[in-house]
């Protein structure tokens, strides 16, 4: 078994609506079938007896080792503890090769689970060892540094549920929520509204203290200190009980509480020193240890924090029993868990000293024995939920703390006997206000209710209604796309919207190109919803992105398919018939949102068969106002766009709007057909966005259709007087679309200059002269600077038998290079003829065309 190609699909794609790892795996004759395969599936159960069924019940056909291969992927991430659950094995057209499908929830995973399957089946092949514990392990350990942490997945989980897109833009938890102006950023809880200043504010503890007691909420009195000697003075000065910590430590870090001794203080000044150059000495205030967040301006949760500690059972060692506490499985390391190990380091040891115990005493039947004095979650201790049970007074405290600070998320460590009362009441004070606080006692109490802080901070992002989108709109099909794209992108922008779009000639924002060449993939995509200055996104979407790595968004508002013809790189990544591409090409159009349309060509069956599919809204269009479909979809009181007298009809029920093709100048006066349904896409697609009519009339009548609006999309030139046409038409469909246009042009001769893409099929290239020889009475053919694949003159052989049955063509000539061929067609031109010029490298060509027909 061979694995060839894989690849991640990080958006909705051919296979589902998950993100998934898409595998080439190729099987020998044998491995075509595991019956074939001696003691094969017992050496596999024997190695990982939690695979699935390789067949389930019922069914006789053969199961190919691909097939197991993609149960071991998914099963191994299942055990692993990943929420996985989709996987397929599909054969291609050619024997023994299969595309396997797995899905995962963090990519390395996935990929690492992917490699460990195959060495699963290996090993189940040859009846050698392989250690499924150690994979397992393996993969847990990934997932858990790969994997979101509590705080921020929890914010996460929040978005999701009201159906905020999220993307995670590092390893780390940077998240972006909303698309374009609309997006909102975070990392862990803190939120972009989080200031730096604040931040910097809330690590100077001293600093902290101040503001605090200005703002008339009780601290302990404290100083810094620059020595263990300054820290004995400082200690005197307070004259009781004091708290260590560093100046500018968080979670817990170096911190010592309830220090009654010299001893005690010299050690504790010594843990602060390792984290921070400052060291803090403040009054120790008795009582309970209470973390209450506040988001925005109230408070949302609060929970007592309780030291680490153990029971005595009489037997055991301090060491013994701590090591027991640990091996719950609530407890990890780090924060991927509820709770954290218990450190057993020198400060655990000290506070046992304070005991008159040692890491190998054993502590009496019931004796509670502490291992730290602060309570914090990192360290190793438990928290209980109190939010129920806090005095609105101290509420108002926290608040009070958190605005002095200027946070927006805060976590507010108090020092109180209990939360009933105010701190005031009961000699209670802040002792820290933190930035970035951990949300996960609140998440997932030891003990207690939890408490839903993602959604409360994710509603200080988004107001209720507020979903974090922008008008999304996508364009797929074979012809058309790019046309359609810009038109729609025109009429949006017309319409005082900033509009982000990507087509096969780059990206644009605002109407200005940001990147270019072919930007129709995904990548572009998402770039486009990342600027922060676009209200709308209109998306070009091509088969190989789909292909490639899926979809750039999980939902859109609106879904193009323009029509789906031949020639559009059939034979590649096993799309080999034109049903395959439809297929391909309908995921814009699953990927709907209920309340969203897909604008469908009625006159293509292809098309209209993707209605099925939409879980939103369907508007048709077609040239022929009386099309079956067109009726059908009319007579049942949906959209329909068509052409009627001269005009463009949108139809509703009793609501119509007609748009005079004269007034449309892409149309050129309603002579070139396949721009009126270009426009037409364009009208149906900003109608279900609920686009004015008057907006769109506007708009329609300022597009023009020139080299600078609308590269290689039929640019009209003058050339001494004789017309230039230039196109990037490069499929047979495409040809089929431009001849009625050709032959709408009154001229005295007609002249072709045109090449092929290498990576078309032999078929496709040859059809495309087939098309045109019967249009053209002078063809250039040309070999354009990338043969992509094939060798040199092998494109121009392909067209030239294109010719051989060409009645009408008297002249015939080839040339290398695509600039010259330019030249030697316009050598050939008078005034009232014609020339048709199918360009490969758009921009460039276009302005040598230019270049000539202003010299001319």
């Given amino acids: ?27 020998n004759e044998a491995e075509q079938d595991i019956a074939r395969l001696k003691n094969f599936e017992t050496h596999l159960r024997a190695l990982f007896p939690e695979i699935a069924l390789l067949q389930l019940a019922g069914h006789s056909e053969t199961v190919p080792l691909a097939h197991v291969l993609e149960l071991a992927a998914l099963g191994l991430q299942a055990q692993a503890g990943c929420p996985v659950t989709f996987s397929r094995t599909t054969a291609t057209q050619e024997p023994g090769v299969y595309q396997v499908v797995v899905e995962y929830s963090e990519e390395s995973v996935g990929r690492r689970a992917f490699a460990l399957a195959q060495q699963l089946c290996q090993a189940a092949l040859t009846n050698a060892p392989f250690d499924v514990t150690a994979a ?59 200031s730096a200043i604040a931040e910097s504010i809330a690590q100077d503890k001293e600093l902290t203290k101040k503001l605090l007691s200005a703002a008339g909420v009780p601290v302990p009195n404290g100083r810094t200190v620059t020595d263990a000697d300054d820290a004995w003075a400082a200690m005197s000065e307070i004259n009781a009980p004091v708290v260590v910590k560093p100046a500018d430590g968080n979670q817990g870090k170096g911190v010592t509480v309830n220090i009654a001794s010299r001893e005690g203080l010299e050690l504790a000044y010594a843990a602060a020193r390792k984290i921070s150059a400052e060291v803090l000495v403040e009054r120790f205030i008795p009582g309970n240890d209470f973390r209450l967040l506040v988001v925005g301006n109230r408070l949302v949760a609060a929970a007592r924090r309780d030291p680490p500690l153990v029971i005595g059972d009489g037997v055991h060692s301090v060491r013994d029993l701590v090591a027991r506490v640990n091996r719950d499985p609530r407890r990890g390391e780090g924060h991927a868990t509820s709770l954290t190990k218990i450190r057993f380091d020198e400060i655990a040891l000290a506070s046992l000293a304070t005991q008159e115990l040692n890491a190998d005493s054993v502590p009496g039947k019931g004796a509670r024995v502490q291992l730290r004095n602060n309570a914090n979650l990192s360290t190793g201790g438990s928290a209980t939920d109190v939010t129920d049970n806090v005095h609105p007074e101290l509420a108002a405290s926290a608040v009070a703390a958190a605005q002095m600070i200027g946070l927006d998320v805060c976590g507010i460590d108090v020092q109180c006997d209990n939360v009933h009362q105010s701190l005031q009441q009961q000699g209670g004070a802040i002792i820290e206000v933190n930035a970035a606080p951990g949300l996960r006692m609140h998440l997932q109490p030891s003990y207690g209710k939890g408490r839903a802080v993602g959604e409360a901070i994710i509603s200080t992002l988004f107001n209720t209604n507020d979903n974090g989108r922008i008008p999304l709109l996508t364009v797929a099909g074979t012809n058309g796309k790019t046309t359609t794209v810009r038109l729609i992108a025109h009429i949006l922008s017309t319409n005082n919207l900033r509009v982000g779009m990507t087509n096969s000639d780059g990206v644009y924002i605002a109407g200005k190109r940001i990147d270019t060449g072919d930007c129709s993939g995904p990548k572009s995509a998402r770039n486009v919803l990342l600027h922060p200055d676009v209200d709308a996104a209109v998306l070009e979407t091509a088969r190989g992105g789909i292909l490639r790595e899926g979809l750039a968004f999980d939902v859109c508002d609106v879904a193009v398919v323009t029509n789906i013809g031949i020639g559009d790189h059939l034979g590649l990544s096993y799309i080999s018939t034109v049903e395959d591409l439809a297929v391909v090409k309908q995921v814009v159009v699953q990927n709907v949102a209920p309340h969203g349309t897909a604008v469908l ?55 119509q709007y007609r748009f005079p093709l004269a007034a449309i100048p892409l149309s050129r006066n309603g002579s070139i057909g396949f721009q009126i349904e270009n426009a037409m896409a364009a009208i149906a697609a900003v109608w279900a966005l609920n686009v004015d009519w008057q907006i769109i009339s506007s708009a329609l009548a300022t597009f023009i259709n020139d080299a600078k609006t609308a590269p290689g999309r039929f640019n009209f030139f003058d050339y001494q007087g004789a017309s230039v046409i230039a196109d990037y038409a490069h499929n047979p469909d495409a040809m089929l679309a431009l001849v009625p246009a050709i032959e709408s042009i009154t001229a005295n001769k007609r002249v072709l200059v045109i090449s092929g893409a290498g990576d078309r099929r032999d078929i496709d290239i040859i059809g495309q002269t087939e098309i045109l020889g019967n249009v053209f009475d002078e063809i250039i053919l040309y070999q354009d600077q990338c043969q992509r694949g094939r060798k040199d003159g092998e494109v121009l052989a392909l067209l030239r038998q294109g010719l051989q049955n060409a009645k009408r063509v008297r002249y015939v000539e080839e040339i290398t290079g695509e600039f010259l061929a330019i030249d030697q067609g316009l050598s050939r031109l008078q005034a009232g003829d014609m020339c048709l010029i199918l360009i490969d490298q758009i921009d460039a060509a276009l302005a040598h065309i230019a270049q000539r027909v202003a010299a001319s």
Avoid: Y
């Fill in 1 to 27: 078994m061979q694995v060839s190609r894989i690849r991640a699909l990080r958006g909705p794609n051919l296979w589902s609506r998950h993100t998934s790892i898409e595998a080439v795996v190729t099987c």
């Fill in 136 to 194: 397992l392990s393996e993969l847990r350990e990934l997932d858990e540094d790969e994997r979101l942490g509590p705080s921020t997945g929890a914010i996460v989980q929040a978005a999701a549920a009201r159906h905020i897109p999220f993307r995670r833009l590092t390893r780390g938890s940077l998240v972006q929520f909303g698309w374009g102006s609309k997006q909102r950023r975070i990392q862990a809880a803190e939120t972009d509204r989080s």
């Fill in 601 to 655: 060509n009625a006159a293509d069956s292809m098309c209209v068969q993707m209605a099925e599919v939409c879980p939103g809204n369907v508007t048709f269009f077609a040239m022929d106002s009386q099309h079956p479909v067109i009726a059908m979809h009319r007579a049942q009181g949906r959209r329909v766009v068509f052409v009627d007298d001269k005009h463009i009809v949108a139809v509703h029920k009793t609501e």
